[in-house]
């Protein structure tokens, strides 16, 4: 069955550190990838995504993420935390050749930003 | 644009009641799915709908029972609740997620089973 590993389940930085979150998936074939944003007391709202293309993607908010095919890896990266950036980040992944219907999530890395 | 519209918010069950948590999507899209949110477990996907008449099983479907008679509406149902469906119910929606398209969430129902 696919499943979705984030590697850290608590993360705590302080501000201006770099962050790197990581994202492995198991899958071979084709698929999407995502990487979703949980503020405390709201919903999920995307962060970013990867369909084709460039495997370096640009999100919201200065987050990016690379997809390392080989690695089947997608980790999410952004040069300097802010302390709004406290939230559950989530890892998800879409398979395309089983009609694309299914997206798996990870486990989810809760961020602590301290000021 | 209301987006992706859960009712209720907070609801407190007892063992073997039965509910009904509504969803609706102003948005007109196909895809319509239910996860629930555990700690430590991430989003676990419980049915999902990819038009109207057409419903399939996630990765835990037992004890929920869906049906899709719109493109706007999937209501899930706890049939006889059980403590091991306290968690936090997340209605999603979006276009077809094959073409990498944005799942949009709703706001979540908080439910407790004692």
């Known amino acids: 069955a696919q499943s979705v590993s984030q590697h850290n389940h608590h993360v705590i930085l302080s501000e201006a550190a770099s962050l790197e979150l990581g994202c492995n998936y198991s899958?071979?074939?084709?698929?999407?990838l995502f990487w979703y944003v949980q503020y405390p007391g709201q919903h999920l709202q995307l962060l970013l995504k990867y369909f084709s293309g460039d495997p370096l993607v640009k999100g919201i908010k200065g987050f990016e993420a690379e997809f390392i095919k080989s690695k089947f890896s997608f980790n999410l990266r952004k040069p300097s935390v802010q302390w709004s950036d406290t939230a559950e980040y989530f890892c998800a992944v879409t398979p395309r050749d089983t009609g694309g219907f299914k997206t798996i999530f990870g486990a989810g890395t809760r961020l602590f930003v301290k000021a | 644009n209301a987006g992706v519209t859960q009712t209720p918010k907070f609801q407190v069950l007892k063992t073997g009641q039965s509910m009904t948590l509504q969803c609706a999507q102003d948005?007109?899209?196909?895809?319509m799915s239910w996860y629930r949110q555990d700690p430590g477990m991430g989003l676990r996907l419980i049915h999902y709908?990819?038009?109207?008449?057409?419903?399939d099983q996630g990765e835990v479907p037992n004890g929920y029972n869906v049906s899709r008679s719109t493109t706007e509406d999937f209501p899930l149902r706890l049939l006889s609740a059980a403590p091991s469906q306290t968690s936090v119910y997340f209605c999603?929606?979006?276009?077809?997620?094959?073409?990498?398209?944005?799942?949009?969430f709703g706001e979540g129902s908080w439910l407790t089973v004692v």
């Open positions: 999603a929606s979006s276009y077809s997620p094959f073409s990498g398209n944005t799942i949009y």
């Open positions: 948005m007109n899209h196909e895809y």
């Open positions: 709908s990819v038009g109207a008449g057409i419903t």
């Open positions: 899958y071979g074939g084709t698929v999407n």
